[in-house]
């Protein structure tokens, strides 16, 4: 949901301060990268933390590291041995996420990977409270389909854009493979029974899944 700058505002001035290192991720991110957009942000980015300190996660997978944003989002709300598996795979984001994560005072509890997730996620032996999909829309069904099974009963997926810059109701005689990706993926997921499903119409589109079933 599109929001103006005045509503921003007024949200912003009505829940918690962004962190300041926060805001410095945010700031360089746009100042240094092409794709600044990307980045969560401080509206998306307390929802982020919000929902993670819900579920005191003991284990979170993040698919799309970007720049580290949403990663110190998530991570704030891991239970005391908690652990943050996020994936990337530009190589050339590692760097600039990485000194953050050490700024932050949570390197300890972050895990960078670099690589295709659908190479990476099999590799993991872990069972996961929290997943944060936000990486290629064309693999949003696979990598689902990869770490689903890897997800506590009770567990929470969260995948982001889910409305693509309103894409997704657009229409058009032919849809390009990243808005194709997004659009097969709520389709399915609206049909897996073994979810339950909400999407946020806040910044480009949230969901949140539930798992209720193997």
């Known amino acids: 949901m599109e929001i103006d700058d005045l509503l921003e505002k007024y949200i912003l001035a009505h829940i918690e301060d962004e962190d300041p290192l926060l805001t ?4 360089e991110t746009h100042l240094k990268l092409v794709n600044g957009r990307m980045c969560s942000g401080p509206i998306q980015g307390s929802i982020l933390t919000l929902l993670s300190r819900i579920v005191r996660p003991y284990r979170i997978l993040e698919i799309g590291t970007y720049t580290g944003y949403s990663a110190l989002c998530l991570v704030k709300g891991l239970s005391e041995g ?9 190589e050339e984001y590692e760097s600039l996420a990485s000194r953050y ?6 390197k300890d509890k972050i ?16 069972e996961f409270d929290l997943v ?12 689902y389909n ?33 808005t194709k990706g997004i659009m097969d993926f709520n389709d399915f997921v609206k049909k897996d029974p073994r ?6 119409p806040v910044r480009d589109g949230m969901t949140v899944l539930r798992k209720i079933a193997d």
């Open 82 to 90: 908690g652990l943050l598996h996020t994936i990337e795979i530009n």
């Open 132 to 143: 944060f999909l936000d990486a290629d829309k064309r693999q949003y069904i696979p990598n």
């Open 111 to 126: 895990i960078q990977h670099i690589g295709d997730a659908e190479e990476a996620i099999p590799g993991l032996n872990e």
């Open 195 to 200: 979810v339950e499903t909400f999407m946020i």
């Open 24 to 27: 410095r991720i945010y700031r």
């Open 101 to 106: 994560f050490s700024e932050s005072g949570v």
């Open 146 to 178: 990869l770490f689903f099974h890897k997800v506590r009963i009770g567990g929470v997926i969260i995948a982001d854009n889910t409305l693509w810059s309103g894409k997704v109701v657009e229409k058009k005689k032919r849809i390009d493979e990243q």
